[in-house]
């Protein structure tokens, strides 16, 4: 077991790095960081020389990606290209990150466990081949494809209808909102879309684990009957459970 564990995490790491080197080579053939200044006639060329220094631009890429991962390991994130540290940078994206993700993730997996659980009971059934309909739509669209749809043909004909904005399809928050009670609840008008979005594109993939699980189930205890709903209902939900915490 301890040599299995090992070999996973080594083999996790070789990927991150990996997937580190490659996202950072795919950012340096993006453009050139310093061209808003050298089309500048008006900033010096010293000035451009110093920037690209600091950018460690005059550095060979597998260089420049040793010192971007060692400042990494350090805490260190770098510098963007309008001289800003980006660390501090990190924190408030990721809790915007997370007021996002955690209900999502919670939801689609209650929605997967019942609509796999309700799949393979009634297996074959309209609700079964429509659940897995949809749940192949959300599962194969991307994630941008699917906000823009619920963007153009929910969010904004339901403002229209009740008037006032309810899903906002832009921004974090509404500046000048004060008081906690109003503060929470344009919090919560914010996330709304982005949690659906996200919601529908994750419960697919857990829908489709439960329901296959389940049938494992039933192919193994005997369904129909008591005992096999049973072990149905204890044991399928042990692997989404398990999934879930990867």
Partial sequence: ???????????????????????????????????????NPHIAKATIAEARLQLHLNEPLLERYWTWLTGFLQG?????????AVGPQVLPRLVVTLQMVIPATLIAIVLGIVVGVVGAVRQYSIIDNLSTGLAYI??????????ILLKDFLAVD???????????????????????????????????????????????TWSRYQRSSM?????TSGWPGPRGCR????????????????
């Avoid at 260190?76 to 800003?84: K, P, R």
């Avoid at 959300?138 to 906000?147: C, Q």
């Fill in 138 to 147: 959300f599962f194969s669209t991307p994630v941008f494809v699917l906000a």
């Fill in 215 to 219: 049938l494992d189930v039933r192919t």
């Fill in 1 to 39: 077991m301890g040599a299995f564990i090992t070999r996973r995490i080594a083999a996790g790491i070789v990927l991150l790095l990996v997937a580190s080197f490659l996202i950072f080579l795919l950012v340096s053939l993006s453009g050139n960081p310093l061209a808003a200044l050298e089309a």
């Fill in 158 to 204: 339901f403002n229209k209808g009740v008037g006032h904005t309810v899903l906002y399809t832009i921004g974090q928050n509404t500046p000048g909102v004060t008081g906690f009670g109003n503060v929470a609840v344009d919090a919560i008008e914010h996330t709304i879309l982005p949690v659906v979005t996200l919601t529908l594109i994750t419960y697919a």
């Fill in 76 to 84: 260190n994130f770098g510098t963007s290209t309008t001289g800003q």
């Fill in 231 to 246: 072990r149905g209902g204890y044991s399928t939900c042990t692997p989404c459970a398990t999934r879930s915490s990867r």
